[in-house]
């Protein structure tokens, strides 16, 4: 197509391609992005005067990002009186990576929320969340340089599939009464009641893309949490299937907890081989705390998911910094993890790290690592000089409070140098 909501495609770019499952991407891949609401402007404008240093240090003028403007959340509502077109979802099928800052909510918009929506309507399964720690941060915990994991959370099921009826509606009603007439169940009538659907399938595609990250950057636990003890059929099924298929699909690269205190292991891993245990969510969010560095990759249903990942966040100083990525088998599509922070839209303020990790992410995915390198250490080398935004600033002692703007100059300062 030559436009997307009547904004022309870029000439000079060409489309990401997918071949055997991978991408295949062009020296100037078109890369549709959503600036997003509040300080999503912000954010973008600095993150975006990164990516462009960064690539063009990396490859020179070879390598181009061509970015696409697409449309969601309040841009969108002004513009086509739609918080979501569907020609923002046909961008992102054509050119498969795309990039966003973070969507209000719209409030009695028709929609529970934009990135639910996008994220149902592309099938973006798995919820990846990378949480490490930069030196220099202000962090809540004694030792945030244990941290460094990556949680896959699954992204289309649980509790947040939307089954959900009020207190006192014939469709809550009808359902209580079938629950307490069919099956011997004793819940109140005045209760609302919700569905938790876990299947088979989407708890086994999340794991066996998770065991393939760990499989391709060399880490060796793949831990599986869920609320089995409880949840038998839903969470314990996700660790029971998350098993069976390490079993089944990488047969002897992964060993469970139970082999390896066995001979021949005896307690030691060997070289290759990946570790894959489970644990208790509430045992897990333990664990982060007291044991952090025993954990490597992360792999559990959407709920857990969800309050594990902002806690992870917190222990390694803040939302500001936490990058994440939804993805399926053939679109990635990359976000700011915090919200809109609407009281300081426009102030030229907000910490734009989480978008810009987010980028290294980005290009991490489109093969071009020497380009994440430099945002990355050029944004840990800001950190580690105290030039920070407000949100840093304000927990460390000595520190230069900077500007969004401003923080971007400083991490392009250095990652030229
Ligand atoms: P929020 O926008 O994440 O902001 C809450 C607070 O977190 C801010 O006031 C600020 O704290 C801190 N914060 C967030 N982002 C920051 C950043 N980049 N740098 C520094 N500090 C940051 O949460 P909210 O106010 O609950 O939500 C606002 C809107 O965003 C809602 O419409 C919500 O639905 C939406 N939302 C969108 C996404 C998304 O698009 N992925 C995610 C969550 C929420 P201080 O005031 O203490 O500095």
């Not at 489970?278 to 309050?307: K, W």
Request: glycine share 10%; charged share 25%; with cysteine.
């Amino acid at each position: 197509m030559a436009a997307f909501n009547d904004n022309p495609v870029p000439a000079d770019g060409q489309a990401i391609t997918l071949e055997s499952g991978r991408f295949k991407v062009p020296d100037r891949p078109i890369i549709p992005f959503i600036e997003g609401d509040g300080t999503g402007p912000d954010i973008w404008a600095a993150s975006r005067r990164v990516f462009d240093a960064a690539v063009h240090c990396a490859y020179g003028g070879k390598r181009q990002a061509v970015w696409y403007e697409v449309f969601a959340g309040e841009k969108a509502y002004q513009k086509f009186q739609q918080w979501l077109p569907e020609d923002t979802i046909a961008a992102v099928r054509q050119f498969r990576v795309a990039i966003k800052g973070p969507l209000t909510t719209p409030v009695g918009g028709g929609i529970r929320s934009l990135n639910v929506a996008l994220r149902q309507r592309l099938d973006l399964y798995a919820c990846v969340r990378p949480v490490r720690y930069y030196a220099g941060v202000p962090s809540p915990v004694k030792h945030p340089e244990h941290m460094n994991l990556i949680i896959y959370r699954e992204n289309t099921e649980d509790v947040y599939a939307g089954i959900e009826f009020r207190e006192g509606t014939p469709e809550a009603e009808k359902l209580i009464r079938y629950l307490n007439g069919e099956f011997g169940k004793n819940i109140r009538a005045d209760s609302g009641v919700g569905i938790k659907p876990i299947s088979r399938f989407a708890s086994q595609r999340l794991v066996r893309k998770a065991i393939e990250y760990a499989r391709g950057h060399g880490r060796t636990v793949v831990t599986l949490v869920h609320k089995g003890n409880i949840q038998k059929f839903t969470e314990g099924a996700f660790r029971d299937w998350g098993y069976q298929l390490a079993k089944e699909e990488f047969g002897a690269l992964c060993i469970s907890e139970e082999d390896l205190a066995k001979p021949p292991y005896n307690g030691k891993l060997p070289a290759g081989k990946i570790l894959i245990n489970d644990r208790i969510a509430d045992s897990m969010f333990q664990q982060v705390l007291t044991r952090a560095q025993e954990y490597q990759v992360v792999c559990t249903p959407n709920l857990n998911g969800d309050y594990l990942s902002d806690a992870c966040a917190a222990q390694v100083g803040g939302l500001g910094l936490a990058p994440g990525a939804n993805l399926s088998d053939e679109y990635a599509f990359f976000e700011a993890t915090h919200g809109t922070a609407p009281k300081y839209a426009g102030k030229d303020v907000i910490n734009p790290g989480s978008v810009m990790l987010s980028g290294v992410m980005m290009f991490e995915a489109l093969g071009w690592d020497e380009a994440a390198r430099l945002i990355e250490n050029g944004l840990a080398a800001t950190i580690s000089q105290k030039r920070v935004t407000y949100d840093l600033e304000r927990l460390m002692p000595g520190a230069t409070k900077l500007k969004t703007s401003e923080f971007a100059n400083a991490i392009i300062e250095n990652l030229q140098a």
